[in-house]
């Protein structure tokens, strides 16, 4: 698998940000950063969000890039590899497990996006009401078959672009999609900070209530960041493996936050202002993006442009993320089976995931539990319990001479940032000190409070 990373890896600066920042971006920005905002009172959410961003979310990039980097392996054995044993092989297991247990429901949200997409195309919403579009949306969800059908198609869209090379699948295709994102995002703002009343949405958005602030929205704030970076799931891992050895750790995740919090702040300027000029309520919940949306297009001038715009953006984003999501998988099989007799080279694992996800996808469609049990465990359990192991790992049990040499000693920031060498010493302490015990006491945070116990 070394030999195939280093021929398949990622051929510019340019494609490795983009891709690294298309698995960060994705639905948990557009679909779930808003509505949980919205929940937690918007203004001062988004603060404590930025800080989380910050003190937590970059540490934690920083350390599974790395950790991918520095071995130069997926999943499977980038553990193996750093620590020269199969004492952490448990950890490879468990970011195997998660992203195939995320990939199980947001294959089906991606879903509703492309049925969605469809439905803004064929201006399916035209003259519907707000209780009509709730009953549109529980009348889909609950017609299984075409669930699944649209579910196969995004999975068939994502293995057609993981069947080739990464520099000719991933990053050609992220270089296309993460710049469309972006300018459609900013066409759809525009758009809707032209409405009457988006003023109150801003208002909401950026002004910060600290009175409204508790324990619960410091959580959920944390919690969005690592799902909205893809912490905790071993996409950053892979992708830190195709990672050119010359490329700068610091400095590629602090472009991808960025680029990251950019989508996330932008969908807040899409969605609440719109919410407000209308009348309805910032704290709908995850049918705000489904229901609520679409009533709100129908009451804007060029509405089957406007909903077509916001729908395409969303299948754009949802598809990014699944792109990492698959290809933690397809790497994790193809290198695990690389000594076997007969290995599975990238093509054919991409067909073992393809059934997989499938199946996954169709119990968590017929079984509502299922899909409320796969995002919970995943999120809740399984993705804070890797983040903290992998900081205890880099943190406690790799040495600090590598540590500081991987993650700021580069020629790149020699040149770029023209920092002597003792900057760059006492930057990599600090970061040791946060992975070593401020990011573990935060994901145990993340962690007692998912499982209700805090």
Not at 389 to 406: E, N, T
């Amino acid at each position: 698998m070394a030999a195939e990373t280093k021929k398949s890896g990622f051929s510019s600066k340019l494609g490795l940000i983009m891709a690294t920042a298309g698995s960060a971006v994705g639905l948990g920005n557009i679909w779930k950063f808003p509505y949980i905002a919205g929940e937690n009172g918007g203004g001062a959410f988004l603060i404590i969000y930025l800080a989380c961003v910050i003190l937590f979310g970059l540490p934690l990039m920083m350390t599974e890039l790395f950790i991918g980097k520095q071995s130069g392996k997926s999943a499977f054995g980038a553990f193996r590899e750093l620590r020269n044993n199969s004492r952490w092989q448990w950890l490879s297991w468990l970011c195997m497990i998660t992203s195939f247990l995320i990939m199980g429901f947001y294959f089906v949200v991606t879903g509703w996006c492309f049925h969605y997409l469809v439905a803004a195309v064929g201006h399916v919403f035209k003259d519907l009401t707000t209780a009509q579009l709730t009953l549109h949306f529980d009348d889909f969800i609950a017609n299984r078959p075409e669930v699944l059908g649209y579910s196969i198609l995004a999975v068939i869209f994502t293995a057609a672009v993981l069947w080739f090379d990464v520099n000719k699948g991933i990053e050609r295709l992220s270089k296309i999609l993460m710049p469309l994102l972006l300018i459609m995002m900013f066409l759809m703002a525009g758009r809707v900070l032209m409405l009457d009343g988006s003023n109150t949405g801003m208002e909401f958005f950026f002004h910060a209530d600290f009175s409204k602030l508790d324990t619960r929205t410091i959580l959920s704030a944390l919690g969005q960041c690592f799902f909205s970076l893809s912490i905790g799931m071993g996409a950053l891992i892979t992708y830190g493996a195709y990672m050119p050895k010359t490329q700068n750790i610091a400095a590629t995740s602090l472009q991808v936050a960025v680029l990251d919090t950019l989508v996330a702040v932008l969908a807040g300027l899409i969605i609440f202002p719109a919410v407000f000029a209308f009348g309805f309520n910032p704290a709908e919940g995850p049918e705000l993006v489904f229901v609520v949306l679409p009533a709100i297009f129908e009451k804007m001038s060029f509405a089957w442009f406007s909903s077509i715009l916001f729908f395409s953006l969303l299948c754009v984003a949802a598809v990014t993320s699944t792109i990492s999501l698959m290809e933690v998988a397809v790497a994790f099989i193809s290198e695990a089976t690389a000594k076997n007799k007969h290995p599975l080279d990238r093509r054919k694992s991409v067909l073992v995931v393809m059934a997989v996800v499938v199946v996954s996808m169709a119990a968590c469609i017929y079984f509502p539990v299922v899909f409320k049990g796969f995002d919970t465990v995943s999120s809740c359990v399984l993705m804070p319990l890797n983040a903290f192991a992998m900081a205890l790992f880099v943190g406690w049990f790799l040495p600090k001479a590598d540590i500081r040499q991987g993650i700021v000693h580069s020629p790149i920031v020699a040149k770029e940032l023209g920092k002597t060498e003792k900057w760059r010493h006492n930057l990599a302490n600090v970061y040791i000190q946060i992975v070593r015990y401020i990011v573990p006491l935060a994901i145990i945070a993340i962690f007692l409070n998912g499982l209700g116990i805090w």
